[in-house]
């Protein structure tokens, strides 16, 4: 199967869909590449729950694919 050498690479489909955008992102010729620079990055919130209650909530926020590659302490 030539189309899965990202499991070989041990990554999952959408690590590797991130990957391959950024790279094809990075490509892009001005005007292009400053418009969709918006694009790599995301704001997300993690809500924790208990017996149907929310615990607390945490906010994750103009992160980017690298911010997220690199070990959390």
């Known amino acids: 199967m030539a189309g899965q050498y990202w499991r070989v ?3 999952t489909y959408l690590q590797y869909a991130n990957i ?4 094809v ?8 590449r400053s418009a969709n620079k918006n ?3 995301f704001s ?3 809500t924790n729950y208990a017996n ?3 615990l607390n ?8 694919i690298k911010d997220l590659s690199t070990p959390q302490k």
Do not use: D, M, V
């Open 9 to 11: 690479a041990g990554l």
């Open 20 to 23: 391959c955008g950024s790279i």
């Open 25 to 32: 992102r990075g490509a892009l010729k001005e005007p292009f």
């Open 39 to 41: 694009r790599e990055a």
């Open 44 to 46: 997300s919130s993690i």
């Open 52 to 54: 149907g209650k929310e």
């Open 57 to 64: 909530i945490k906010q994750i926020s103009n992160k980017t």
